[in-house]
């Protein structure tokens, strides 16, 4: 008998064990991918699926005064932002002083139509960078162009008019004592009239600006500017 007969034949074993190690292998993948799957969902960020909603306000300051806005107030989306601004742009509905809803809806028919209920009050903050304040231009600056005709008084507010030809042209000048009451309101013409009403908070200057045919109710509006600018500037416990 030859040497090579006498030894035993090994390689169907050699194939049987990688047979084996190979469904091992496989039965391992099997069980792993779904481990491997879960672990994945449990992990997987989320936060694509929840949106952030808007912040309600910012802190923005503007000429080095800090004021609390409401951010659907803001009339411009540059400028909802937190931060250093030089001036905003807001409104709010009147007479509740909340924030304005959505927009109306403006078609052909309501275009030009100026009997449209008018129910905002807009407000706009600006840097002063020391320039003069408002109620020293209403005593110093103002009368040097004022009619000379006296002042006209209509439910405790009196009326002025500014002369022709001067930079207030077309325009009057309403003050009032008690409450204290200044605004300068443009005349009726093609557009209905509008007032302005400015005052200095701190570094920055209010312009509130409404149609001018509020003034029957003048007391009111003067109310509702003093209670803005104390949700503004109040609002953050000072």
């Given at each position: 008998m030859s040497i090579s007969s006498s030894l035993p034949h090994r390689a169907p074993s050699r194939r049987k064990s990688g047979r084996s190690h190979l469904g091992m292998s496989l039965a391992a993948a099997v069980i792993a991918v779904p481990a491997a799957g879960l672990v994945i969902y449990l992990l997987w960020p989320t936060w694509g699926a929840y949106r952030a909603s808007p912040p309600t306000s910012f802190p923005i300051s503007v000429g080095g005064t800090v004021f609390n806005v409401p951010g659907a107030a803001i009339r411009m989306k540059s400028q909802r932002y937190s931060g250093p601004q030089e001036r905003i742009d807001l409104s709010f509905a009147y007479p509740s002083l909340q924030p304005p809803g959505a927009p109306r809806h403006v078609t052909a028919e309501t275009i030009g139509n100026r009997d449209q209920p008018v129910d905002r009050i807009f407000v706009t903050i600006a840097a002063h960078h020391d320039a003069m304040p408002p109620d020293v231009r209403v005593r110093t600056i103002y009368p040097r162009y004022l009619d000379e005709r006296p002042a006209e008084t209509a439910d405790g507010l009196g009326v002025q008019a500014f002369r022709s030809g001067s930079p207030?042209?077309?325009?009057?000048?309403?003050?009032?004592?008690?409450?204290?009451?200044?605004?300068?309101?443009?005349?009726?013409?093609?557009?209905?009239?509008?007032?302005?009403?400015?005052?200095?908070?701190?570094?920055?200057?209010?312009?509130?600006?409404?149609?001018?045919?509020?003034?029957?109710?003048?007391?009111?509006?003067?109310?509702?500017?003093?209670?803005?600018?104390?949700?503004?500037?109040?609002s953050r416990g000072e």
């Open positions: 207030y042209e077309n325009e009057d000048l309403m003050t009032a004592p008690t409450p204290a009451f200044t605004a300068r309101c443009s005349r009726g013409g093609e557009t209905p009239g509008t007032c302005l009403s400015e005052r200095r908070v701190g570094d920055a200057d209010f312009t509130f600006r409404f149609p001018r045919k509020w003034l029957t109710r003048w007391p009111d509006i003067a109310a509702a500017m003093d209670r803005l600018t104390a949700q503004l500037r109040n």
